[in-house]
């Protein structure tokens, strides 16, 4: 699977193959050169036989004119509040003989990176002993940009994650130790601080003004080496990579020591932070993607006030609305959040959110997409008494909600009385049309399932079996209306148009989804 999360911090260790990548990289510029010469004695030529021609009188393309932006100003204007980092992390060394792997790789460090290594230092033989103590090594090295004048530093928090020591480096060569005021996983922002004053400080762009297509460009430490500038253009706004941040995709060049560089639009600003990127390589592959800059800010807000981030949480699991499940339940459009399940005595819960609801609205908010929602309510702050707009059974309802801190989430480990003997099973029921061979719950098994009602599935072919369903699930609604048992399940399949899809809302284990009945095909 192609890893969308390379950790731009870390160096990545390649023996012989990295020596003749570099020397068949050296070759390619010689080459490179050569065309360049050839073109340019081409160039001269052509130049010399235009002087002596007629002046050109077509008009120049209105692309032609404006030409290729110029980023030599920007990069002066930005570049001095980007910086390097760099961290540490105390090791055990192993006491063991070395080889030739061993030297390579101290070769490969030194000349690549800039590790300074010593290549003739003494080896030990034998078991590690409890007396060794702790080796300092290079851990990774990122980016990161400078957010005040008094030395607060915005960066990942994958860059300085489990180090030891952080230091920081200017493009004055002069360099800091860092304290790390605060990192949030969520979000992989991180907030450093190092002790100086009268620091060059980056501008903050609006993300609303960030536009498809237009120019970016990346300063920071790809592979170790500083101040780095690639250039491109938004490639598109929102991406969804399963995370909570909705990320900026470009095609900017970003490899591994460009994580927690900025993001810069052509006005100079900072539009994002730089992330990820998609790659089955480990590099660059033409596709990265930045935190927005105003949910870096938000979240640096929160790290520099309280040292943590302070989420929202209203007890739900929730999954995506398909478009067959929309049409089948009337809602128009595949959109909002389908509630897989609610946590009891939750927010959620307690405001009469039940399984099978569509929350399509929050705070007023619309839930577009499913994953929209846990990024709402997680900017809220806890103790907020809102709405939630849900649709249910072929109908909108509101409903009021408190948000509760997401930190205070509580896990219920659930409780069982005493075992009972085991329940006689209902003779089942077979729905031939349908493929369906269904039996009513028996009250130990509602008891069990925390369930008013319902049907569970014994069986499923044809149709069925195509929409998903399978043994063991427990069927809670047909065509937006509840069933309690057998008789009130034949009872809504009568009133049914048989050539119609129709939507099924089952529970699998913990979780409530839909299924869409086609039959016939």
Excluded: C
Excluded at 491 to 516: C, H, I, M, T
């Amino acid at each position: 699977m192609p890893d969308t999360s390379p950790r731009a911090s870390t160096a990545t260790w390649m023996p012989r193959s990295a020596r003749q990548w570099l020397l068949a990289g050296s070759a390619l510029l010689v080459g490179a050169g050569l065309s360049f010469a050839l073109m340019n004695h081409g160039s001269a030529t052509a130049q010399s036989a235009a002087r002596s021609a007629p002046a050109a009188t077509a008009p120049a393309s209105p692309a032609a004119a404006r030409g290729l932006p110029d980023f030599a100003d920007l990069v002066e204007q930005v570049g001095p509040a980007v910086v390097n980092i760099r961290t540490q992390s105390k090791v055990r060394t192993a006491r063991g003989g070395g080889d030739a792997t061993d030297e390579e790789m101290q070769e490969f460090l030194r000349r690549f990176f800039g590790v300074p290594i010593p290549r003739n230092a003494p080896r030990r033989n034998g078991p590690p002993s409890q007396d060794d103590e702790g080796e300092t090594v290079p851990r990774g090295v990122g980016s990161g940009f400078i957010l005040s004048a008094d030395g607060y530093v915005m960066t990942n928090a994958h860059v300085i994650d489990e180090a030891d020591e952080v230091m920081v480096r200017l493009t004055d060569k002069r360099e800091f130790k860092a304290r790390v005021v605060g990192a949030d996983k969520r979000t992989d922002v991180a907030v450093l601080k190092i002790e100086a004053s009268g620091l060059p400080v980056v501008r903050i762009g609006d993300v609303n003004r960030v536009r498809v297509g237009e120019w970016v460009i990346a300063i920071g430490s790809p592979f170790d080496l500083d101040n780095t500038v690639t250039a491109g253009i938004v490639s598109a706004k929102a991406r969804d990579t399963g995370d909570l941040v909705p990320f900026i995709q470009t095609d900017v060049a970003i490899n591994p020591g460009n994580s927690g560089g900025p993001l810069i639009n052509l006005r100079g600003e900072v539009v994002g932070v730089n992330s990820q990127i998609y790659s089955r390589s480990g590099g660059y592959m033409g596709i990265s993607f930045a935190i927005p800059i105003d949910e870096a800010t938000r979240v640096a807000e929160q790290l520099r006030s309280h040292g943590k981030v302070v989420r929202g949480r209203i007890g739900v699991q929730i999954g995506e609305v398909t478009k067959d499940v929309a049409e089948s339940l009337g809602l128009g459009k595949a959109a909002g959040a389908l509630v897989r399940s609610v946590e009891p005595g939750g927010p959620a819960d307690k405001a009469g959110l039940e399984a099978g609801d569509i929350i399509t609205r929050f705070d007023g908010k619309a839930v577009d997409r499913w994953n929209d929602l846990p990024r709402l309510v997680g900017n809220t702050r806890p103790g907020t008494k809102t709405n939630l707009q849900v649709f249910r059974r072929g109908a909108s309802k509101e409903l009021p909600v408190t948000v509760v801190e997401l930190e205070s989430e509580a896990r219920s480990t659930g409780s069982k009385g005493g075992a009972e003997p085991p329940a006689k099973p209902a003779a089942p029921a077979v729905m031939g049309s349908l493929g369906l061979s269904v039996s009513d719950l028996n009250e130990a098994q509602r008891r069990e399932l925390k369930l008013k009602g319902g049907v569970k599935v014994e069986a499923a072919e044809g149709a069925a079996a195509r929409s998903g369903l399978r043994e063991g699930d427990i069927i809670l609604a047909v065509a937006n209306i509840e069933v309690a048992d057998i008789k009130q399940l034949e009872s809504v399949l009568a009133k049914q148009d048989k050539s119609r899809p129709l939507n099924v809302l089952f529970r699998r284990g913990e979780w409530a989804q839909y299924a869409v009945i086609r039959p016939g095909k």
